[in-house]
């Protein structure tokens, strides 16, 4: 299967964790050898756990399937830029790439902790020159998932402003 592939299942979970209330629409997958180890969908409201964005979700399912914590090799697939969280969990599980849908300047800047820093600034600062990241995979389908940065999305909606 290819980026295009695994990202259409992460859109697919992103869709399942946009019914339920309060979540934001983003979905992971983590691949090994071609097969999907882990996958996950944003769950901080439903589990009331601000650390559960789906990448972590997605890790701690790894972690179970392997019996291990460390994914060197893996692939993580995430509907949205992985924030600065879920980055540093990546480089501490081992991961060795990263590939994403919707860029951040896509969308809403609510889905960001600070919007001068990105993805390649964290893996920069952890001195990871092994971690490679592609970003854009099916992005305008990734950007339709989250309010555009144009957009006024409701207050009781806005997680991080």
């Not at 964290?122 to 092994?130: E, L, M, N, V």
Request: proline residues 4%; aromatic residues 8%; hydrophobic residues 40%.
């Amino acid at each position: 299967m290819a980026d295009a592939d695994f990202m259409a299942r992460a859109i697919a979970l992103a869709k399942q964790g946009e019914r339920a209330a309060g979540s934001s629409p983003i979905g992971c997958v983590i691949v090994l050898h071609g097969e999907i180890i882990g996958e996950g969908k944003n769950e901080v409201e439903a589990r009331c756990d601000p650390t559960a964005h789906a990448e972590v979700v997605a890790m701690r399912q790894a972690g179970e399937t392997l019996g291990r914590s460390q994914f060197r090799g893996a692939t993580l697939y995430s509907t949205l830029q992985p924030c600065g969280m879920c980055s540093m969990a990546s480089i501490w599980a081992g991961i060795s790439r990263i590939v994403y849908g919707a860029e951040r300047e896509q969308v809403h800047q609510m889905y960001f902790e600070d919007r001068h820093y990105d993805t390649m600034d964290f893996i920069r600062d952890a001195f990871k020159d092994d971690l490679r990241v592609t970003g854009g995979v099916r992005a305008a389908e990734c950007a339709a998932l989250y309010y555009g940065p144009e957009d006024d999305p409701p207050r009781e909606a806005q997680a991080n402003l």
